[in-house]
C-alpha cells in the first residue's frame, strides 16, 4: 500500500484503534504537528515525524471531560491537575453548586465569603481557601476569566458562573444569606449574569441540596446563598442562561418530588419557547431508596419527551458512591442534625465536638437518631427495612469499614465486627474471635472507655468521642450493583460525570471515573465503548457549549491512549491511597490508575507518558479556557 506523504510533523501514532465521535472504531495512524491534528488515516509516512508511537493494541481517543469538578481552587496553586491529567482526563468544568471565584475574595471586613461557603461544602482546609483569598487580585467576572487564561494550565477549563457569589456580589454576604432581592436587585444579577455569558462563562450554576451548610460563624446553621433563592427568582436567572444558549447546572430540591419536578420544567421549549440546556446532579442508585435511580431515568425521559421539548441531562457517577469520613465530618452527616450540629464547630476543633458528644442531652438525643428504624415496631422500621428511608446516609455498621485509627489493629474491620467484638470482650466470648487474646494497648482501651456501651448507638457515640477525626472509615452509600450502574451510564438521558474532583480531600476518590466508565461500557464490546467515548468527550462538550470532544483533521491535539488489557484488569478499591499535597499542606484520597492510560496530550503536548507526569505540566501552558462558543457568535 503506498504510504501517504506528510509534511514535518512531530508526533506520528501508528497503528491505534481510534475512537471518535460514536464512529466505528477504525484501526489507523494520527499526525500531530504544533497544537493540531493534521492528518488520520491508514499508513501514514513516518519518515517525517518527529517521533512515531506505536500503538498496536492500544485505543486512541479524544481526551475526557470531567463535567463536575471544584478545581477552582486548585488551578490557583497546582494548575497542572495532575490527579485528572493522569487518568486521561483533558478539560474539566469548574465552579459547579453555585460556588466559585468570578468575584474575587469577596471579603467584606466580617466576612470571607470563599471560606465560609467551600469549608464544609467541599470539605477544604481552611487554610487552603484563606491563602487563595489571600492572593485573589481580580474582583470582576471578567477579570477572573483574563486571570485564568494567564495560567499555566494543564487540562482546559470552561467555567460556570456561580448563583451564591451573584448573590454575595449584588446583596452583601448577610443579606444574600437572609431575604429576597428586590427587584433592582435580581434586574442587576440578570444583567451581571447576561455580560458573564457573553465573556464566555459556559453556564450558571445553582443548588438545591437541603445540607450545604456555611462553615463560619454565626452562619453556620445557615445554607450557602444560592439555596435562600426562591423559584421565581431561578426562573427569571434560567430565562438569561436561555436566551444566550448557555448551560445551567442545577440539584434537585432533595426532599420535593413537586419542587423538583417545576424547578426544572425551566428545561422546556414548549413552555417556554426554546429549550433551556440543563445538567443536574445526579443520577445515583440509592442503597437506602430503591426509588431514586427510577425517578431520576423517568424524570430525565419525561422532560425530554416531544410533549415537554426539554434538553435535560441528569449526570450519573459511573463508580460505586464511597466515601470516607473522618470521625464525623463527611458531606453526607450534613443531612441529620445530630450529625451536622458536630460540624457547624470549627472543623479542627476537637475541643467543641467532644464538648458537644458528652452533653447527655445531645447523646440521648444521638442515640434516637441511629438507632431510628432498628428497633421495634414503626413506619421507621418498615422504610428501612424495604430501603426507602429518608436519608442517604448508611447507618449500617456492616457497610461501614474502619480505614485508618490510633487503634491499628481495629483497621481493616466493619463497625459490626468491632461493635461484635467489644461485646464479647464484656462476656468473655472472645475465644470465637481473632485474635482471641487482645493485646494490653486494646485491652486497656475497651476496659477504659467501651465497657459501658449497651447497643450500637453508644458504640458508635464512643467511636466519635474516643477518635475524633483520627478514625476514618468507609462505606458505599449507593451505586453497589454495578450492573445498575451501567444501565445508568448507558442511558441516552443520562451525561457520565459527578465525579466532584478537587473537593473532598480525605472523603472521596473519584478522579478515576471516567475510566472506569469506559470499563463498564467495554462489556457490550466496541459499539458500547464507541458509545461511551463519545458521551465522556463529545457530548459532554455539546452540552456545555465548547470547542473540543473530538480528534479530527484540524482539531487541536488533545487525545489519550488507552491500554484496554490493563483497563479490564483495573481495580479502583486497590488503588485509593492518601498522599501528602505539599500545595495543600495536607493529605489527600488519590487513585492511582498507572499502565491504564499510556499517553496523554493537551494541545499537542505531552502531559503524561509511561506513567510519568512532562516536566513542563503545570509549569507551561498546555490546556487553554474554553469559552463558550455562544459567545462567540
Not at 438521558?493 to 478515576?512: Q, V, W
Request: glycine fraction near 6%; charge should be negative; proline fraction near 4%.
Amino acid at each position: 500500500m503506498q504510504q501517504t506523504q506528510l509534511p514535518q510533523i512531530d508526533t506520528l501514532i501508528k497503528n491505534a484503534k481510534v475512537f471518535n465521535n460514536g464512529q466505528p472504531a477504525v484501526i489507523e495512524d494520527v499526525a500531530i504537528a504544533g497544537k493540531r491534528i493534521v492528518a488520520r488515516g491508514q499508513n501514514l509516512d513516518a519518515s517525517a515525524a518527529g517521533r512515531v508511537i506505536d500503538a498496536d493494541g492500544l485505543w486512541l481517543m479524544p481526551g475526557l471531560f470531567d463535567i463536575h469538578t471544584h478545581y477552582d481552587l486548585e488551578l490557583e496553586i497546582a494548575p497542572g491537575l495532575p490527579e485528572s491529567t493522569r487518568h486521561g482526563t483533558t478539560s474539566v468544568v469548574i465552579a459547579n453548586c453555585s460556588l466559585g471565584l468570578a468575584f474575587g475574595a469577596q471579603r467584606d471586613g466580617t466576612n470571607d465569603p470563599i471560606v465560609s461557603c467551600y469549608a464544609r461544602v467541599e470539605n477544604i482546609p481552611k487554610h487552603v481557601l484563606r491563602n487563595c483569598a489571600d492572593n485573589i487580585d481580580w474582583d470582576n467576572p471578567r477579570d477572573y476569566l483574563n486571570h485564568l487564561d494567564k495560567l499555566n494550565l494543564g487540562p482546559n477549563v470552561a467555567v460556570l458562573f456561580p448563583h451564591s457569589m451573584l448573590r454575595i456580589d449584588v446583596m452583601g454576604f448577610d443579606e444574600s444569606i437572609s431575604r429576597d432581592p428586590t427587584d433592582a436587585e435580581l434586574q442587576k444579577m440578570k444583567g451581571i449574569l447576561r455580560d458573564a455569558l457573553r465573556e464566555g462563562y459556559v453556564g450558571f450554576s445553582t443548588d438545591a441540596l437541603p445540607f450545604h451548610y456555611l462553615a463560619a460563624q454565626p452562619h453556620c446553621d445557615k445554607t450557602i446563598p444560592t439555596q435562600f433563592a426562591k423559584y421565581p427568582e431561578i426562573k427569571q436567572l434560567a430565562q438569561v442562561v436561555r436566551e444566550e444558549g448557555a448551560v445551567w447546572q442545577a440539584t434537585p430540591p432533595k426532599d420535593s418530588v413537586i419542587g423538583t419536578l417545576k424547578t426544572f420544567l425551566l428545561t422546556s421549549g414548549r413552555l417556554y419557547g426554546k429549550p433551556l440546556r440543563t445538567t443536574v446532579v445526579a443520577a445515583l442508585d440509592i442503597a437506602n431508596n430503591w426509588r431514586i435511580s427510577g425517578l431520576a431515568k423517568r424524570l430525565a425521559s419525561i422532560l425530554n419527551s416531544s410533549l415537554i421539548r426539554g434538553d435535560f441531562h441528569m449526570q450519573a457517577l459511573g463508580a460505586p458512591f464511597k466515601v470516607w469520613s473522618d470521625g464525623a465530618v463527611t458531606p453526607l452527616a450534613e443531612e441529620i442534625p445530630e450529625l451536622r450540629r458536630l460540624n457547624e464547630t470549627d472543623l479542627e476543633s476537637r475541643d467543641e465536638r467532644r464538648a458537644i458528644l458528652n452533653d447527655p442531652d445531645y447523646a440521648k438525643a444521638f442515640k434516637a437518631m441511629w438507632m431510628k428504624g432498628k428497633q421495634g415496631w414503626s413506619l421507621a422500621r418498615l422504610k428501612r427495612k424495604i430501603n426507602l428511608e429518608d436519608y442517604a446516609f448508611n447507618r449500617t455498621l456492616a457497610d461501614m469499614t474502619i480505614d485508618r485509627c490510633t487503634q491499628t489493629s481495629w483497621q481493616g474491620m466493619t463497625f459490626q465486627e468491632l461493635f461484635d467484638r467489644i461485646l464479647a470482650f464484656k462476656t468473655g466470648q472472645l475465644n470465637d474471635f481473632l485474635p482471641a487474646v487482645p493485646s494490653d494497648e486494646e485491652r486497656n482501651l475497651i476496659e477504659s472507655e467501651f465497657l459501658w456501651i449497651a447497643d450500637e448507638g453508644d458504640f458508635m457515640l464512643q467511636m466519635l468521642r474516643s477518635f475524633d477525626n483520627d478514625l476514618s472509615w468507609s462505606t458505599v452509600t449507593a451505586n453497589r450493583d454495578m450492573k445498575t450502574v451501567r444501565e445508568l451510564l448507558m442511558h441516552p438521558n443520562l451525561l457520565p460525570g459527578f465525579n466532584d474532583s478537587g473537593a473532598h480531600l480525605t472523603n472521596m476518590a473519584f478522579y478515576d471515573v471516567n475510566l472506569r466508565s469506559l470499563q463498564l461500557a467495554a462489556q457490550g464490546g466496541d459499539s458500547d465503548v464507541s458509545y461511551m467515548v463519545k458521551r465522556l468527550t463529545k457530548d459532554a462538550a455539546d452540552v456545555f457549549g465548547v470547542e473540543g470532544g473530538s480528534i479530527d483533521e484540524g482539531d487541536i491535539a488533545d487525545l489519550i491512549l488507552v491500554d484496554p488489557k490493563t483497563l479490564a484488569e483495573y481495580d479502583a478499591d486497590k488503588h485509593v491511597q492518601r498522599v501528602y499535597r505539599d500545595e495543600f499542606s495536607h493529605e489527600q484520597l488519590v487513585n492511582r490508575s498507572d499502565d491504564v492510560v499510556k499517553l496523554v496530550m493537551i494541545g499537542g503536548q505531552t502531559a503524561w507518558e509511561n506513567n510519568a507526569f512532562s516536566g513542563d505540566l503545570g509549569k507551561t501552558p498546555m490546556g487553554r479556557l474554553l469559552r463558550s462558543t455562544a459567545s462567540a457568535k
